[in-house]
């Protein structure tokens, strides 16, 4: 072992990505959609191996510098693991307090199928732009938009992908975004010149993703009817109180986040709030829940603290209702955090050894025009998400790598910070291992390649910027004198 560690060769560090990728293929042929299950957790650790051998005996590290690399890495992603937490919790007192049920039930009043689609997009985007956050949109009203497609009849993945297209919209444009706000500090450029020169292919993808989901929506056969919907309709409201009141923990929530408050807190208080308003609204379903005749402090404790961390379920004597009223809690959750602890530990060891800064470098050698270089922006930050699995890194390491090369091609930055959020940002959810794409499948109950097809924001994005690069539309210039100061 050497003393000072080589610089590895592009060959070398492509082993393990490689090894990945390989594994990843076959996982996905052999166990389909239940890879998040543990399959694709092993794959994981097993080319932290190989990444672990190729660094320690090739290039030269201790295995103490790895270790050191993949703590860092793991600490990065807690806030998001505590998040996760905290949405189970929130999804588990919103069910047993009806919350959920209330906003399935006025849903189905005023949403038809034809329309659904759009309108789930639409709505999505629009809950996400005020609280600037995806995750907490797709928690909350992406939950009950998830139940209502499911009984007008659509199939779960192209409900996810309308509710993901429009959730990532907001997180993408909203000031009380943290990528948003993170990709123009990384470029160089202020916020609110981000979101105008972002605004140029936000506008036009989103468009496009709306009259698609319209289309579809148009011509889509559903399976339900509207007996279905009436059905679930009288189901619920004979299950639960349903009552506008419902609305005030939701609307406390959204408040609270447009307000500034930090996510953590505003999940606990929601999640808190949803547990006092089951016990002022619901203690019939809590009496259900834990299965006793005790006293009703006895019974609002264990029944709230069940939905808290743990696995719980309303029953009704129709089955398809059954299935959209049950909750795992905190629990639920931990397949989720598994994912993401074991692809924090992949990402450690690849930029701890310099392997993922020496694959990045490959690519910006061979860039020369300004297509090409914010083509090869968008394809790193989309190598970054796959190979750290944090949406985060995919925004810092490239906007660190390529803000010089576009100071010297002349390019403002905003054009460097537009790119790295119409790639980064967007395509986080796309991929199974990626703390967004493992959260939102957990949460939604709908693996990633599943809605994957059909998140057409968050495709359409990426190819829209490129195009915008080669088409050299949008594209922000320094007057040759500021340039060359």
């Not at 779960?156 to 959730?167: E, L, N, P, Q, R």
């Not at 009552?243 to 609307?251: A, I, N």
């Not at 790119?419 to 499948?441: F, I, K, R, Y």
Request: hydrophobic share 50%; aromatic share 10%; proline share 4%.
């Amino acid at each position: 072992m050497n003393s000072i560690p080589k610089v590895p060769k592009v060959l070398e560090a492509l082993v393990p990505l490689v090894f990945l990728v390989v594994l990843l293929i076959i996982s996905l042929i052999v166990f389909r959609d239940n890879g998040l299950e543990g399959p694709n957790q092993i794959v994981l650790i097993l080319s932290s191996a190989i990444a672990g051998l190729v660094a320690v005996f090739r290039l030269g590290y201790s295995w103490e510098t790895l270790q050191e690399g993949v703590v860092k890495s793991i600490s990065s992603a807690m806030s998001s693991i505590l998040i996760l937490f905290l949405i189970g919790a929130l999804a588990g007192t919103w069910l047993l307090s009806g919350i959920i049920p209330a906003m399935i039930y006025y849903g189905l009043m005023v949403l038809s199928p034809t329309i659904f689609l759009f309108a789930a997009c639409f709505i999505s985007a629009i809950v996400s732009t005020a609280t600037g956050s995806s995750w907490t949109t797709v928690a909350t009203v992406g939950v009950a938009l998830l139940g209502i497609g499911k009984v007008l009849g659509f199939e779960d993945g192209i409900i996810a992908g309308a509710i993901i297209s429009g959730a990532y919209f907001g997180d993408k444009m909203s000031p009380l975004s943290d990528t948003t706000n993170l990709a123009p500090a990384m470029a160089g450029t202020d916020l609110f010149t981000h979101i105008r020169h972002m605004a140029k292919t936000t506008t036009p993808t989103m468009i496009i993703t709306l009259m698609l989901f319209l289309v579809i929506g148009f011509n889509y056969e559903t399976v339900g009817n509207v007996a279905d919907a009436q059905l679930f309709s009288k189901v619920i409201a004979s299950t639960f109180n349903i009552t506008p009141w419902l609305f005030v923990v939701p609307l406390l929530v959204i408040a609270m986040i447009v307000r500034k408050v930090p996510a953590l807190p505003a999940l606990l208080v929601g999640a808190l709030l949803g547990g006092v308003f089951a016990l002022i609204f619901q203690p019939e379903i809590i009496s259900r829940i834990v299965g006793g005749n005790g006293p009703f402090y006895y019974n609002g404790f264990k029944g709230v603290m069940m939905a808290l961390f743990g696995k719980i379920s309303v029953v009704t004597e129709y089955e398809m209702v059954n299935k959209l009223l049950e909750t795992k809690g905190m629990a639920g959750m931990l397949n989720t955090i598994w994912l993401i602890v074991c692809a924090m530990v992949f990402g450690g060891i690849m930029e701890e050894s310099g392997m993922l800064k020496v694959l990045a470098e490959a690519v910006i050698r061979k860039v020369h025009r300004v297509g090409s270089l914010i083509a090869s922006t968008a394809a790193t930050c989309i190598f970054f998400n796959i190979t750290t699995s944090d949406q985060y890194l995919a925004i810092l390491v490239p906007g660190r790598m390529y803000a010089d090369v576009y100071k010297k091609r002349g390019l403002k930055h905003e054009n460097l910070s537009r790119t790295l959020e119409d790639s980064a940002t967007v395509t986080s959810v796309l991929v199974p291992w990626n703390t967004c794409g493992a959260t939102q499948a957990s949460v939604l109950g709908v693996a990633t390649f599943t809605y994957a097809p059909y998140c057409f924001f968050n495709i359409i994005s990426p190819i829209m910027t490129i195009l915008y690069g080669y088409l050299n539309l949008g594209i922000n210039y320094y007057p040759q004198e500021e340039e060359r100061a």
